[in-house]
């Protein structure tokens, strides 16, 4: 299917977590519709070969890495990249997709298990958007998106932390857009349901049996149907949507 996705053509487009899973397929989705693709993961020549991939297909793709485990080096990265583009235009479009869980109990769960989510998820939405914002309040346009989850709303047991983060980015969202949306700037997130990942193909079959039958509409989710969701708000067609949660989960929350 050729997407006909108004305003993303020509347009530079950073998609964080790029690599694998939904980010991959908005990866694909925005080089499918002409954008100027890059993409992070955590190791270069991951990000390269996905690249690698969208410009054999004759699209143009760059790997970044980012690595969002440490906060600061991130920073650094990203302010290397915010400066880098200055003069042409800066990055227009961005998507905050990369995530991670570690799940536990609550009671058993470390500092540590608690503050590497928040850092990937919650945080890596701060720091991309902080750098990155500035290019677009300068160019008076400008369309952020962030990957939130059904979890932030319904809560699940083992993901406190993962939920609080994906909790996190809705209020982000939210008070941001209230900040940049005179400047031309929209700012929503997209909260996917059980998609068909890497994330979600570790649970057991029985698990994902039981998940199934709270979706109304039978399957798991795919990558496409949420990059669906995120190529609409990321597109001009949206441009009167701001500070919004699209859910893309099935039904499975209503
Ligand atoms: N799958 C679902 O059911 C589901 C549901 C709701 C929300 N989500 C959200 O959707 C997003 C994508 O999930 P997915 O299922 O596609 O996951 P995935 O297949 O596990 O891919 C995760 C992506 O994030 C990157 N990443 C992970 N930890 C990172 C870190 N510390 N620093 C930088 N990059 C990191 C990974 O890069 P590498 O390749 O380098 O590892 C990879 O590109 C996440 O935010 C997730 O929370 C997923």
Redesign the pocket.
């Known amino acids: 299917m050729k997407l006909g996705l108004p305003g993303i053509e020509g347009r530079r487009a950073l998609v964080?977590?790029?690599?694998?899973?939904?980010?991959?397929?908005i990866a694909g989705m925005l080089a499918e519709a002409g954008a100027e693709v890059w993409?992070?993961?955590?190791?270069q020549s991951?990000?390269d070969e996905v690249a690698a991939g969208l410009v054999r297909a004759g699209a143009q793709a760059r790997g970044v890495a980012?690595?969002?485990?440490d906060s600061g080096g991130?920073s650094q990265q990203i302010e290397a990249l915010a400066r880098e583009t200055k003069a042409d235009g800066g990055i227009p479009l961005v998507v905050?997709?990369?995530?991670?869980?570690r799940d536990g109990l609550l009671m058993r769960m470390t500092l540590e298990q608690w503050e590497?989510v928040l850092?990937?998820?919650l945080t890596?939405a701060y720091l991309v958007t902080k750098w990155l914002v500035p290019g677009m309040i300068r160019a008076r346009y400008g369309r952020i998106v962030?990957?939130?989850?059904?979890?932030a709303r319904m809560g699940n047991p083992g993901q406190s932390n993962?939920a609080a983060?994906?909790a996190g980015l809705l209020g982000f969202v939210r008070s941001v857009a209230r900040e940049v949306g005179g400047r031309g700037v929209t700012v929503n997130a997209?909260?996917?349901?059980?998609?068909?990942?890497?994330?979600?193909r570790s649970l057991p079959a029985a698990a994902r049996e039981k998940l199934l039958e709270l979706v109304p509409l039978g399957r798991?989710?795919q990558?496409e149907d949420?990059a669906a969701a995120v190529g609409f708000l990321l597109s001009e067609a949206a441009g009167y949507i701001t500070g919004e949660v699209l859910d893309v989960?099935g039904g499975m929350d209503m």
């Open positions: 964080t977590g790029g690599s694998r899973g939904i980010g991959r397929a993409l992070t993961a955590r190791e991951r990000a980012l690595d969002l485990s991130a905050h997709n990369a995530g991670m869980t590497e850092r990937a998820n890596g962030v990957v939130s989850s059904v979890v993962y983060s994906k997209v909260a996917p349901g059980y998609i068909d990942t890497d994330m979600t798991l989710g990558p949420v989960n």
